[in-house]
């Protein structure tokens, strides 16, 4: 198969992009861009006029250029091309495509921070640490950060919920300051939680819209007002996320923000319920069917649970209202109630089960991420430093993992002679390798309080044998925690393909926890996998798999998504206080 023009103009702007990120001299680097630009605007196949020996026909095809295509053509591969690839990773290569990111930087980058993919830069950019270099500051920092942003959405038009919420979060917040403002809150698939979001629908009870709409559209980070109305303006920010602003009167709150929450599948659901008792609801009342238009006859709301009980329906949190279930059982328990009342929320949380520190690729040392977790009220974290099979710099081997329970010891002295209630468990996000088989021996395994196992590698193996692969893992009567079991990377790549049924049916037998990662790149397990495994009566941690302390605010994340799964705290490892959980480490398995 000879090579496509595409193809081969792919090629050299893929040779000129690695060269430029090495320093090449700028003459040579144009070259290759313009033979780039040439073969993409040549006339014929290139293919033909190699064959026909006058690839030189072909404006700045020179004979160095010349052997590279004829290479290409004869062979399928360019052994230049092959070395520039090992010397210049394809995820260093990557980072060009970021907005605001030039050759220039992407060798800082790499050389100076050790950066080689756009998901290390993301990470990078959030813990603070490009803005110290030559020609940046904070301001640029955060222009690369909205502009990963923005890649990521362009591929499925749909934002991550970790990243619309704390700017959903701050616009509330502001417009909450409004004078005459009663309530303020988001709705729509934000406020289900959902993992990813198409945009943000706000809902502001005021009785004057025209400062609500002043103040929103006066928001930072607006790139694009798409709608200045008087009750409803859009604007799309610089991340590419589009805002929804509606101001409704204060007595129609409860079926506005009902309305406007949906999903549109729960709302279907909800509307025929009423149908069938008689009444017709909309965003602004429920009223008698057949009876007056709504606006001068119906009956409104201030709030959803009065709303919900007048149609003989238990109150239902928002995450659970996807028409999977929560309506029926609404009805069943009737007025008054609430469905899954225990439904687990983030104050159930009592520690955090991986976090990474100096120790691997983390930003910070133990005491670090240890502050950081009484801070938010926790009892205990687990510190799950990466070993050394998986390749990041500084992995943990079991020479280093004697020193680092050294260091765990001494912060856990220190703590207790402050008097602070709050233990360091040690742990490790064990490599699941290849065959299933851990990259650390068991004698050393059985030294750690808990232990993490995550496949990393290969997760485009074939169904039955990368569900092999993780149920051997699981059977290893040290390994506590399956982390991050898809290995999905939210609008990037899909999850591992399991058979997940026999994986939870093996994380039950062998007692292994399955892990709800956090991470907002991650959110794995997802929703409907996480309830599944807790129907069966899988245990599950919520982590927050945080690089650097500001990394364990992102527990809410994993939060929202056992909410959807209608996970209770009883299943959550982590929500237990400490000596369960480590009566439940220490189970002897047969
Ligand atoms: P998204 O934005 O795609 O992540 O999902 P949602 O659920 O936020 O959907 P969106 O923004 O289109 O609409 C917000 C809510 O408005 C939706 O969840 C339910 C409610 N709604 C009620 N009836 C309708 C309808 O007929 N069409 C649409 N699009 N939304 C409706
Ligand atoms: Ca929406
Ligand atoms: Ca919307
Ligand atoms: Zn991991």
């Known amino acids: 198969m000879p090579l496509s023009n595409q193809q081969l103009a792919d090629i050299f702007n893929d040779i000129a992009d690695r060269l430029d990120i090495q320093g090449e001299l700028v003459f040579k680097v144009r070259a290759y861009r313009t033979v780039a630009e040439n073969i993409l605007n040549a006339p014929r196949p290139i293919a033909d006029l190699w064959r026909e020996g006058v690839l030189e026909q072909v404006p700045g095809v020179g004979k160095e250029i010349a052997a590279k295509i004829d290479e290409l053509m004869r062979t399928g591969r360019l052994e230049f091309y092959e070395r520039l690839r090992r010397e210049v990773p394809d995820g260093v290569a990557a980072m060009l495509r970021v907005p605001n990111v030039g050759p220039k930087r992407v060798k800082e980058f790499w050389e100076k921070l050790g950066i080689t993919s756009i998901d290390e830069l993301e990470a990078a950019a959030r813990a603070g640490k490009l803005r110290d270099l030559p020609r940046m500051g904070e301001k640029a920092e955060q222009k690369i950060l909205a502009g990963i942003e923005s890649m990521k959405r362009r591929a499925t038009g749909r934002v991550r919920l970790g990243d619309a919420l704390p700017i959903a979060r701050r616009i509330v917040a502001a417009l909450r300051q409004v004078p005459g403002v009663h309530k303020a809150e988001y709705a729509g698939s934000l406020r289900r939680g959902k993992e990813t979001i198409g945009d943000v629908d706000i809902i502001v009870a005021a009785s004057d819209p025209e400062p609500v709409m002043q103040t929103f559209l006066a ?179 079991p020479e280093r993992i004697a020193e680092q329970r050294k260091e765990i010891d001494r912060v856990n002295a220190q703590l207790r002679k402050e008097g602070v209630r709050f233990r360091v468990l040690q742990g490790a996000e064990v490599e699941v390798r290849g065959d299933g088989s851990l990259d650390l021996p068991d004698e050393v395994l059985s030294q750690l309080d808990l232990v993490q196992a995550s496949v990393h590698t290969a997760l485009t193996q074939p169904r039955e044998k990368i569900t092999a692969r993780a149920i051997k893992a699981m059977q290893n009567p040290h390994v506590h925690i399956l982390g991050h ?96 959980l480590l009566k439940w480490a220490n189970k002897t398995r047969a």
């Not at 549109?264 to 008689?278: M, S, T």
């Not at 007056?292 to 709301?301: H, L, N, R, V």
């Not at 439904?343 to 089960?353: T, V, Y």
């Not at 919520?542 to 809410?556: E, F, Q, V, Y």
């Open 485 to 580: 079991p898809s290995g999905r990377l939210l609008n990037e790549r899909e999850g591992a393909d399991y058979d997940w049924e026999a994986l939870f049916r093996a994380a039950l037998e062998y007692r292994v926890a399955l892990e709800i990662n956090a991470d907002p790149s991650r959110l794995d397990l997802n929703d409907v996998l996480a309830r599944r495994a807790a129907e069966l009566g899988c245990k599950l941690s919520i982590s927050t798999d945080a690089h650097a302390p500001d990394g364990l605010n992102n527990m809410i994340l994993g939060v929202l998504v056992a909410r959807r799964a209608w996970v209770t705290p009883d299943s959550v490892i982590n929500a237990w206080p400490l000596t369960k």
């Open 219 to 397: 928001q930072p980070g607006i790139a694009e007002v798409l709608a200045a109305g008087e009750t409803k303006s859009s604007a799309r920010l610089e991340n590419g996320l589009q805002v929804d602003v509606r101001v409704v009167e204060p007595r129609v709150w409860g079926t506005a923000l009902q309305y406007f929450t949906g999903s549109q599948l729960h709302n279907i659901k909800v509307r025929e319920l009423a149908q069938k008792k008689g009444l017709t609801l909309n965003e602004y009342a429920v009223s008698k069917l057949g009876g007056k238009d709504s606006a001068d006859g119906g009956e409104t709301f201030e709030d959803e649970p009065t709303l919900y009980a007048r149609l003989g329906m238990a109150y239902i949190p928002p995450e659970l209202r996807e028409d999977r279930g929560e309506v029926e059982k609404a009805l069943e328990l009737g007025p008054g109630r609430v469905v899954m009342p225990d439904l687990i929320a983030l104050s159930d949380l009592r520690g955090d089960l991986q976090m990474h520190t100096t120790w691997s690729d983390g930003a910070t040392d133990v005491m670090s991420m240890a502050r950081a977790a009484i801070a938010l009220g926790y009892e205990y974290i687990l510190i799950t430093d990466h070993t050394a099979g998986l390749g990041v710099v500084n992995g943990l081997t």
